[in-house]
């Protein structure tokens, strides 16, 4: 489609956006009692599920209606402005009857482009921020998709929320960072805010602080995070929500970085060392060409022979070879790792093609 232009939902140059509140709203009392606190912290949203869609039936799905009258509460007596997840046309209709001032698409709407266009086709016409986050899944065609359906209503103030994706077999993480993904997105749309919902990436709050660190080092636009005033006592996620009192101090803890370098000398000496770096891509790639010219050659071999390409020990022996070296140099497993397999993959595409071609006979082809 053509090129999108895009306005921020936040137009404080304060770095970083600060969205936080309660994963669900519960009671009066409990909404307007974070409200206050957050408040107090100076924070530029409040964040609370109305309608919460879960995984599997039974777990609380949210006090729905009511909690909307709760929100504009909150903004009545705080000031705050207010946010809440829509799922369905409906959800749009109610909450923008009650003045939530932005709403936020989930995971497991943006997986569906059809949700997707009907919460598109309940925008048409209604100049309202949203807030995208990526889907369950790990497909950036799925999160640009939603990002084109709501812009095709006529909705230009969008902004991206990572929230980590899920992977069978995770432990670290309740959804896998893959920061590769949503650094693609910003490079694909420059000018959308990326807003990173560490509450979902770790589901645990013993790693709030070190990923919304990373996430700030990676020039992100802002945080959104689950706040309680009692987490234990929660009636959904309570192991990720932290209390206001906690939220302050860990805000406090975070160091802003600057978005670009200014100082001329330290402009000078990054260009030294990113022309340095330039040179070592660059020989990085002959040397990864020269492989694969051995690898094509290694693949005649095997036509000739009639080998199969995939030698499951061989590719046993690289893979431990270079994680045992690659560690020795002060890489991490998981840089190996994929470095490795898309190396090995790579190799298999060049043999593959010279498998395919036609054996010559008699010198004639």
Known sequence: MPHMQFQPVFETKKRPILIAGPCS????EQVLETARALASQGIDLFRSGIWKP???????????????DWLKMVKEETGLRVTTEVANGQHVELALGCGIDVLWIGARTTVNPFSVQELADALRGVDVPILIKNPVNADLKLWIGAIERIYQAGIRRIALVHRGFSKYGEVKYRNVPQWELPIEMKIQFPDVQMICDHSHICGNRHMLLEVAQRALDLNYDGLMTEVHPDPDSAWSDPEQQVTPLHY?????????RKPIATDKDLLYKLRLLRSDI??????????????????????????ENNIAIYQPQRWRDILENGLRKGVALGLSNECIGHLMKTIHQESINHQSKVMNEPLEVDGKG
């Open 248 to 256: 302050g101090e860990m805000v406090e803890e975070l160091i802003v």
């Open 25 to 28: 709203a519960e009671t009066e």
């Open 278 to 303: 330039d040179d070592i891509d660059e020989k990085i790639l002959e040397l990864l060409a020269k492989r694969m010219i051995i690898a094509e050659q290694i693949g005649e071999y095997k036509r």
């Open 54 to 68: 879960r995984t599997r039936p039974g777990a609380f799905e949210g006090v729905g209606k009511v909690g909307l």
